[in-house]
C-alpha cells in the first residue's frame, strides 16, 4: 500500500520560511514526478511545484517561483518544498503528490495517482 505522509506546516509570520518534508513507502518513485499543491478555503487545489524524477527538470507556479525550492532525497524515497519570504497569501492546506506513471511532469490534479493527507501552512501578517 502506497502512503504519503506530509510533515511540516504550521504557523510563521510573513517574510518567514518553513520546510515541508513528503515521505512515500509502498513504492519508490525515483522515476516519477512528484509534486506539491495547495488548496486555500473556497478554492480549488492548485499546483506549486513539481520534479520530474531521476533527477530531473523542475517546475514551479508563477506565484511561487524565486521563493519556494523543491527537491528530492532518492534515497530516502522523499520530497522536500523550501518555502521562503512567505506571504498572507501563501497560506493553504498543502499536499504532496506522486505520479504512477514515469518520466513526465504534468501540473494537473488528474496526472498525479497518490496523494498525502495534507499539511497546513499559515501565514500571519
Known amino acids: 500500500q502506497v502512503q504519503l505522509v506530509e510533515s511540516g506546516g504550521g504557523l510563521v509570520q510573513a517574510g518567514g520560511s518553513l520546510r515541508l518534508s513528503c515521505a512515500a513507502s509502498g513504492r519508490t518513485f525515483s522515476s516519477s514526478a512528484m509534486g506539491w499543491f495547495r488548496q486555500a478555503p473556497g478554492k480549488e487545489r492548485e499546483f506549486v511545484a513539481g520534479?520530474?524524477?531521476?533527477?530531473?527538470?523542475?517546475y514551479y507556479s508563477d506565484s511561487v517561483k524565486g521563493r519556494f525550492t523543491i527537491s528530492r532525497d532518492y534515497a530516502k524515497n522523499t520530497v522536500y518544498l523550501q518555502m521562503n519570504s512567505l506571504k498572507p497569501e501563501d497560506t493553504a492546506v498543502y499536499y504532496c503528490?506522486?505520479?504512477?506513471?514515469?518520466?513526465?511532469?504534468?501540473?494537473?490534479?488528474?496526472?498525479?495517482?497518490?496523494w498525502g493527507q495534507g499539511t497546513q501552512v499559515t501565514v500571519s501578517s
Open positions: 503528490a506522486a505520479d504512477g506513471v514515469p518520466g513526465r511532469l504534468r501540473t494537473g490534479i488528474w496526472a498525479y495517482d497518490y
Open positions: 520534479e520530474r524524477g531521476s533527477g530531473g527538470s523542475t
